[in-house]
Nanobody, 127 residues
Framework: QVQLVESGGGLVQAGDSLRLSCAAS????????MGWFRQAPGKEREFVSA????????YYRDSVKGRYTISGDNAKNTLYLQMNSLEPEDTAVYYC????????????????????WGQGTQVTVSS
């Protein structure tokens, strides 16, 4: 059984930093790409960032470009999200997700493309 477990969330002040981690486990787990999504109260889940392991291509939503950095180790099934200069608008539950194999059916920024999901970690940024 595949599991994705996020960690690193918390309550911080505006301008602070956090580093989220995601550890994937399961005998059959492998991924072509992994990503981060977030969901704020009363809002739909939205794409944050993703990485395609073959070539380390990275993608970000516009509002986090320059502040967030995605990284990871495909061989170790780990994913990270370094979040700097956090803003109250970044408050949400952050989810780790993985695309099992090529092709990415609906685009790297679309939740439906992802096969595995974690339970989420809360990030709260106070003003």
């Amino acid at each position: 059984q595949v599991q994705l477990v996020e960690s690193g969330g918390g309550l911080v002040q505006a301008g602070d930093s956090l580093r989220l981690s995601c550890a994937a486990s399961g005998r059959t787990f492998s991924s072509y790409a992994m990503g981060w999504f977030r969901q704020a109260p009363g809002k739909e889940r939205e794409f944050v960032s993703a990485i395609i392991w073959n070539g380390d291509y990275t993608y970000y939503r516009d509002s986090v470009k320059g502040r967030y950095t995605i990284s990871g180790d495909n061989a170790k099934n780990t994913l990270y999200l370094q979040m700097n200069s956090l803003e109250p608008e970044d408050t949400a539950v952050y989810y780790c997700a993985a695309v099992r194999e090529f092709p990415i059916r609906f685009g790297i920024r679309t939740a439906m493309s992802y096969d595995y999901w974690g339970q989420g970690t809360q990030v709260t940024v106070s003003s």
